[in-house]
């Protein structure tokens, strides 16, 4: 996965939309196929409980199908789907970071690439998200990454990084 540059105004401006477009959607159709349901199988003075759970149910399928085809089919979705796709990424290292930490002491040049990603693609969706109490800490994992590396000669860079690196920790 490689970085890109987002407009900032533009990702917030869609994402604000699709969210409050999915919220919408859900409600509508949990609310009608859960009243559907009720209408067809519910007896007078019974609980309607898992009625309104199974309508919740389906609205939430119908909403999440419908946003993953969208994902990757409408140029409105690309600047959000990338961010989730990054997301999603971080999210892998995380899980793995400690090994990854542990190799980069050691000079890895993987583990290194990797926190090289890492350590981007964090700094770029902080910003996005106007997350910046963090900033000053991750700038100096950055800086101390970046010296690590220029001390051992390497030319590393968060560009090549790629998922495969991750599969050796």
């Excluded at 209408?39 to 759970?53: A, R, V």
Aim: charged share 20%.
């Amino acid at each position: 996965m490689q970085l890109k540059k987002i407009d900032k105004s533009l990702y917030r401006q869609r994402l604000r939309i699709i969210i409050i477009l999915s919220v919408v959607a859900l409600l509508t159709i949990s609310f009608a196929s859960s009243t559907l349901l009720i209408q067809l199988f519910s007896e007078p003075n019974s609980g309607n409980f898992f009625y309104n759970l199974t309508g919740v149910i389906l609205g939430c399928l119908v909403v999440g199908s419908v946003l993953k085809k969208l994902k990757y089919q409408s140029p409105y979705f690309a600047e959000a789907a990338y961010i989730w796709d990054l997301k999603h990424e971080l999210n892998l290292i995380q899980r793995k970071l400690k090994a990854i930490e542990a190799a980069a002491a050691k000079n890895d040049p993987a583990a290194l690439t990797i926190l090289s990603f890492s350590y981007a693609g964090s700094r770029l969706l902080w910003q996005l998200d106007d997350n910046t109490l963090m900033m000053s800490e991750l700038n100096q994992a950055d800086n101390k990454l970046q010296q690590q590396i220029e001390a051992l000669g390497l030319t590393i860079s968060a560009e090549q990084y790629q998922r495969e690196l991750l599969a050796a920790f």
